[in-house]
Every structure is written in structure tokens, then in C-alpha cells.
């Protein structure tokens, strides 16, 4: 039964009532010793406080769209098809711009994550990863007068687990952009979140790990041909950002300063530099993989400055510092720019609040990039 669909509410609401009425009916009836009455007494209780955090998680979930399957929710399914060694720069020498295009068939994402999103389900030429991809257009998209414009993107990550949806359906990006876009107050980015959840139980950091997942390679290469060869996208890395919450937002900080030559920009909300800070993540558990999987450790290492920009933002102990860690390293053309926040919790809301903001800085950083741009033949 699907997670999201309205039978699985149905019957969580169904539960939750009998749940409700089976004390009211059999709490005096019980029958057999004190322990076993008090204990049959006890596990009504429980059950009746169960299924009511059930139904309202569910009605959340949906309005929301945190969570599109089980696999979601659980952490669970494989999606890797093939992870072959794809050396440092994770093509395994092959050119993907020079690659075959990639043309993929877009579906509505029926999920309560808004108006105009669609998803399509892509199997990454390179990564050998298959999931799906959400993407939404900019309100201009369609106006006859950019007919000949391409346009900035973002890829948006959500934390672990965590859905495809969880950008349009808990923080509301798109509603909250539409007015900002048309008014000229943010650019008109595409937006896209690929499928990061990608192992079953298991966080993969964004990383390439050869012979388990090449999840680096799926974000930041194949996702990416899959839209500049399906819209009128950016193919420099100008005009293209990256950004995520929590674990999320520790992959984006990670691929900005990895991948200059992908991204110019990269936004990292309560965030965090070791991966060990995520214990399902599967490059905390290597010395090597922890150690070149660290933000700050690229940074600090890096034989070139990269050229790329960082928004960090959290409060104290969820972000913050390692926000100021990364700035104290970074060193020309990188940038930092860190904001403190003020309590409100590791939490969706928080996070929220911030996209507006977010969307300005990016505007910003991207410079005239971050504004459509004449097309190139895409």
C-alpha cells in the first residue's frame, strides 16, 4: 500500500479509531491475573498513542510530500545498477557533454508538493544509479519571450533519508519564488532534486565509492547532462548551484568546493563537515573516504583555490561553526558566507524561512549568469 496514497490514510484512520474504542469496550472485561490485565490494559494504551502519531504523521507527510515511499521513510531500496572505479574526477574518462543526449519522458508528480512539478525516472549512463529526478520551471520558462533564453539552475538535496519532493512540499520553494521570479527580485533558476536516497539503509554522502555507489558522479554529472539535454539549461558551471539541508546540505558544501567546474555556488543549511556526524553515512566509517569526503579538508587541500561561493548557515552546535571553519580556510576566488541563526531547531520551518534569502544570495553570486542568458544551442 502506498505511503502516500489516500487508502493507506483511510485505514490509518480507520485503526486509529478502533484503537480509541477497544479500551472503552474491553477495559473492564479483561479477565486472568492483575499483571496480565494490568499488562493488556497498558498495551491498549500504547497502541491507541500509536496510531494516533501514525494518523497524524501521514496527513502531515502528504500535505507536506517529506516523504514519497516507503523507501523514503525507511532509508530502504537499492538503486545502484553498476558502480564501476570512475577515477578522481568521477567520469571514468568519458565526456559527457560529447555523450550521446539524453531525452527523458516527464510525468506530473502527483505528490502534495505543488503546482508544476514533474519527475522522471533516469538511469545515470556513468553513475550506473537509477532514481528519480523532480524538476520544476521558472514562471518565464514558457513565456514566448524567453523562448530563445536558457536559463540558471539549482539542484536542490534534501537530508537523509529524505524525498525527491521534500523542497517543493515542506519548504515550499516554488510557492515561495513564483511572486519573487515574476517581480525580477531572484532569478528565474530551474529547479531539480535528484534522488539521493540511494542505498538501503545506508547514507551514501554524496560520495563515489567504487563498487558500492557512485553517488558524486549521478548528482553532479548525470543529472546534470539529463537537464541541459531536456531544457533550456546552463551548461557552464556559472549557472549552476547546488544546495541541501542537514545531510544534504553537508553533499552540497562537499560538491561546490569538489566541483568548480560544475558549480559556482553551493548552499549548506545545519549542515556539517565530518561525515561522521551522520552515522548511516558509509564515508564516515573510512579514515580515507571521511577524510576526502570533508569540506574542509578540500578546501584546505585543494592545490587551487576552487572558484566557487558557500552560503552556511545554523545556529551554534548544528551548522554554525563548522560554517566559521570553512570560512577561516577558505582563500581566494573561494567565498564564505556565513549566517548565524538563533534557535528554531534542526527543522523543516527553519529552513523554509531561509529560501527566499538563499535565492537572493544566489541571484547574487551568479552574477549576470544567474539571469537568462541568449541560448546555445541546447
Known amino acids: 500500500m502506498s505511503l502516500t496514497g489516500t487508502p493507506?490514510?483511510?485505514?490509518?484512520?480507520?485503526?486509529?479509531?478502533?484503537?480509541?474504542?477497544?479500551?472503552?469496550?474491553?477495559?473492564?472485561?479483561?479477565?486472568?491475573?492483575a499483571v496480565v490485565r494490568g499488562a493488556s490494559r497498558l498495551f491498549m494504551l500504547l497502541f491507541a498513542q500509536f496510531t494516533a502519531v501514525l494518523v497524524v504523521f501521514v496527513m502531515v507527510n502528504n500535505a507536506n510530500g517529506l516523504y514519497d515511499n516507503w523507501d523514503d521513510l525507511l532509508g530502504t531500496g537499492n538503486h545502484v545498477n553498476a558502480?564501476?572505479?570512475?577515477?578522481?574526477?568521477?567520469?571514468?574518462?568519458?565526456?559527457?557533454?560529447?555523450?550521446?543526449?539524453?531525452?527523458?519522458?516527464?510525468?506530473?508528480?502527483?505528490?502534495?508538493?505543488?503546482?508544476?512539478?514533474m519527475k522522471t525516472t533516469l538511469k545515470g549512463a556513468i553513475s550506473g544509479v537509477e532514481g528519480d529526478v523532480a524538476v520544476w520551471l521558472p514562471p518565464q520558462y514558457n513565456d514566448p519571450a524567453y523562448k530563445d533564453k536558457t536559463f540558471p539552475v539549482v539542484e536542490l538535496l534534501p537530508g537523509y533519508p529524505g524525498s525527491i519532493g521534500a523542497w517543493f512540499g515542506s519548504l515550499h520553494s516554488q510557492r515561495q519564488?513564483?511572486?519573487?521570479?515574476?517581480?525580477?527580485?531572484?532569478?528565474?533558476?530551474?529547479?531539480?532534486?535528484?534522488?539521493?536516497?540511494?542505498?538501503?539503509?545506508?547514507?551514501?554522502?554524496?560520495?563515489?565509492?567504487?563498487?558500492?555507489?557512485?553517488?558524486?558522479?549521478?548528482?553532479?554529472?548525470?543529472?546534470?547532462?539529463?537537464?541541459?539535454?531536456?531544457?533550456?539549461?546552463?551548461?557552464?558551471?556559472?549557472?549552476?548551484?547546488?544546495?541541501g539541508y542537514s545531510a544534504g546540505a553537508h553533499c552540497a558544501a562537499k560538491l561546490a568546493v569538489a566541483h568548480p567546474d560544475r558549480y559556482r555556488a553551493g548552499v549548506d543549511l545545519s549542515g556539517y563537515n565530518d561525515p561522521a556526524a551522520e552515522g548511516a553515512s558509509i564515508t564516515a566509517h573510512d579514515p580515507k573516504l571521511r577524510r576526502e569526503s570533508n569540506p574542509l579538508w578540500i578546501l584546505k587541500n585543494a592545490k587551487t583555490p576552487p572558484r566557487t561561493s558557500l552560503f552556511v548557515s545554523g545556529d551554534r552546535g548544528d551548522g554554525y561553526n563548522d560554517g566559521l571553519a570553512l570560512k577561516k580556510a577558505a582563500k581566494a576566488p573561494t567565498t564564505v558566507h556565513v549566517v548565524r541563526l538563533n534557535g528554531g531547531g534542526h527543522r523543516s520551518s527553519v529552513w523554509e524561512h531561509?529560501?527566499?534569502?538563499?535565492?537572493?544570495?544566489?541571484?547574487?553570486?551568479?552574477?549576470?549568469?544567474?539571469r537568462v542568458a541568449p541560448a546555445n544551442g541546447i
Not at 8 to 33: H, K, M, N, Q, Y
Open 8 to 33: 493507506f490514510l483511510l485505514t490509518a484512520v480507520l485503526v486509529a479509531a478502533a484503537a480509541l474504542l477497544l479500551p472503552l469496550f474491553l477495559w473492564s472485561r479483561i479477565g486472568g491475573p
Open 83 to 117: 558502480a564501476p572505479d570512475l577515477g578522481p574526477d568521477g567520469t571514468g574518462g568519458k565526456k559527457a557533454a560529447s555523450a550521446p543526449k539524453v531525452k527523458q519522458n516527464f510525468r506530473e508528480y502527483k505528490g502534495k508538493v505543488g503546482d508544476g512539478v
Open 354 to 370: 531561509q529560501v527566499p534569502d538563499v535565492f537572493r544570495w544566489l541571484t547574487k553570486e551568479l552574477g549576470q549568469a544567474g
Open 177 to 243: 519564488l513564483t511572486p519573487m521570479m515574476r517581480r525580477g527580485e531572484v532569478a528565474p533558476f530551474i529547479l531539480v532534486s535528484p534522488r539521493t536516497t540511494l542505498l538501503d539503509g545506508r547514507d551514501t554522502g554524496c560520495a563515489n565509492v567504487p563498487g558500492t555507489v557512485n553517488a558524486d558522479t549521478w548528482i553532479s554529472v548525470d543529472v546534470r547532462k539529463m537537464i541541459t539535454d531536456n531544457f533550456r539549461a546552463a551548461t557552464g558551471p556559472e549557472g549552476w548551484a547546488i544546495a
